[in-house]
């Protein structure tokens, strides 16, 4: 029973451009989403989060979108530059709890 | 800045094989996790402990895999024989109550 379900394996962008990934869940005793960023032969990293009673967080370039009635969430970056080329993964955490629920991941690929 | 530090970054056994990994947290950080990340998909909690007390251990399998955390600082995970099927990214995280979870660069397993 997947959780956290990020439909999009892939995401090719140009340079300058939005990037949007996107997240679906399913637990609405979920009240807690963080989005990590991940390189190859690295862990992942922290990049931003959003609690259920906000609906946008915004850090630099970084925004995070929260639907609660669609059980959606959203990144976007802009503008996309090449460092942003990782795999983004989405994760979630019930009230109360620590354990993160994570997604597939989405790879993002920022094309010059 | 401080980090999550992990060792061997790399492993190759064979099955039926022990293996063991180590995770030394960031200093002050009580709440200490075990993932597991297979190739495509995202990372999955295998454990939590809170100082040296297992807090979540649902998703570990009991029957080959163990876990501690001794002294309440740094942890060591085993599996013990390894299988085919445990070839993945064993990664280390720890966080300061419920705050975001900061990951280590990982050990790659690979059984042959």
């Known amino acids: 029973d997947q959780q956290v379900k990020q439909n999009s394996p892939s995401l090719s962008v140009q340079e300058g451009r939005i990037s949007i990934l996107n997240c679906d869940y399913t637990n609405s005793m979920f009240d807690y989403f963080l989005w990590y960023k991940k390189y190859p032969a690295e862990g992942p990293t922290f990049l931003i989060s959003i609690s259920s009673i906000k609906d946008k967080n915004e850090d630099g370039r970084f925004t995070v979108f929260l639907n609660k009635s669609a059980k959606h969430l959203s990144l976007h970056i802009v503008p996309s530059q090449p460092g942003d080329s990782a795999v983004y993964f989405c994760?979630?955490?019930?009230?109360?709890?620590?354990?993160?629920?994570f997604g597939q991941g989405t790879r993002l690929t920022i094309n010059p | 800045e401080a980090e999550v530090a992990q060792s061997p970054r790399y492993k190759i056994t064979e099955k039926s094989q022990a293996v063991a990994f180590w995770c030394d947290p960031i200093s002050g950080h009580a709440t200490l996790y075990w993932y597991r990340q297979i190739l495509g998909q995202g990372p999955e909690l295998l454990v939590q402990?809170?100082?040296?007390?297992?807090?979540?251990d649902s998703q570990l399998p009991k029957d080959r895999f163990s876990a501690e955390r001794l002294k309440g600082v740094d942890s060591t995970l085993k599996i013990q024989p390894a299988e085919l099927g445990d070839s993945a990214m064993y990664l280390c995280a720890s966080s300061y109550g419920e705050n975001e979870q900061f990951f280590g660069p990982g050990t790659r397993l690979t059984v042959l």
């Open positions: 994760a979630a955490r019930k009230m109360g709890a620590q354990k993160l629920v």
């Open positions: 402990f809170q100082d040296e007390s297992v807090v979540d």
